[in-house]
């Protein structure tokens, strides 16, 4: 156990549908990372939160959003999804804000968009 | 921009050989960090190591290795004596500064398939 806990681990929806991906950071992180590893585009960085705060983004969809709530997890909103989106979604914690020493994942959602 | 390259997509190699996993990257920084991540069936990423771009001593942990050379850009991965339990995917990836100054984002390579056969 990594210490990084995701829920759902299995989600399948319909097309145009909306879910949320939830993560707990493990103890005393305050950094989240959300990846999406898919068949076609490998792992992929999406959003990095600080402490609350949206630090860093990457290559995410405007029909995706996130958050980093005051207890620390975060969530990832998808919305109006599409067959793409279908992939393995990964959060990661790190307890630094510029953190180049590595993550820690957890073991992700997988969606299924049919 | 940094790119990761693992041109290996997939090994098969029969327990107790040695297999290398090779990777090669690019970056214009000076300061970086190089990882590996092993995926194994089960899904999960789990870390194996973390190299910065001043240290090029080479790295050993049981039967896992390490090269890393900057002349070459390569940071190598060698399992010796391979086991059934190595059987997974491993991915490579890099870190380097992004434009607010901190490491936040990390590239990953394709990953190589390695089975393991008994």
């Known amino acids: 156990d990594s210490g990084v806990t995701q829920t759902p681990k299995h989600l399948i929806t319909a097309t145009g549908q909306r879910v949320t991906l939830r993560c707990s950071p493990r103890?005393?992180?305050?950094?989240v990372y959300w990846y999406q590893q898919s068949l076609d585009q490998g792992l992929q960085f999406l959003i990095q939160y600080y402490n609350g705060e949206e630090r860093a983004k990457g290559n995410i969809l405007e029909r995706f959003s996130a958050q980093q709530f005051p207890d620390l997890h975060s969530e990832l909103n998808l919305s109006s999804l599409e067959l793409g989106d279908s992939a393995l979604y990964f959060c990661?914690?790190?307890?630094?804000?510029?953190?180049?020493?590595?993550?820690?994942f957890g073991s992700g959602t997988r969606l299924t968009v049919v | 921009a940094q790119k990761v390259t693992q041109a290996q997509t997939e090994i098969s190699v029969v327990e107790k050989e040695d297999v290398t996993l090779d990777c090669v990257y690019e970056?214009?920084?000076?300061?970086?960090?190089l990882f590996w991540y092993k995926q194994p069936p089960s899904g999960e990423l789990v870390f194996l190591i973390r190299r910065n771009s001043f240290d090029e001593q080479n790295e050993i942990s049981g039967r896992y290795s390490w090269n890393f050379q900057k002349s070459t850009s390569s940071f190598n991965f060698t399992i010796t004596a391979s086991q059934v339990v190595d059987s997974a995917v491993y991915f490579c990836a890099l870190s380097e500064k992004g434009n607010s100054g901190g490491y936040q984002k990390v590239t990953f390579g394709t990953g190589t398939k390695l089975q393991v056969i008994p």
């Open positions: 103890s005393g992180d305050l950094s």
């Open positions: 970056t214009r920084d000076t300061t970086y960090y």
């Open positions: 990661a914690s790190s307890a630094a804000r510029d953190n180049p020493y590595g993550y820690t």
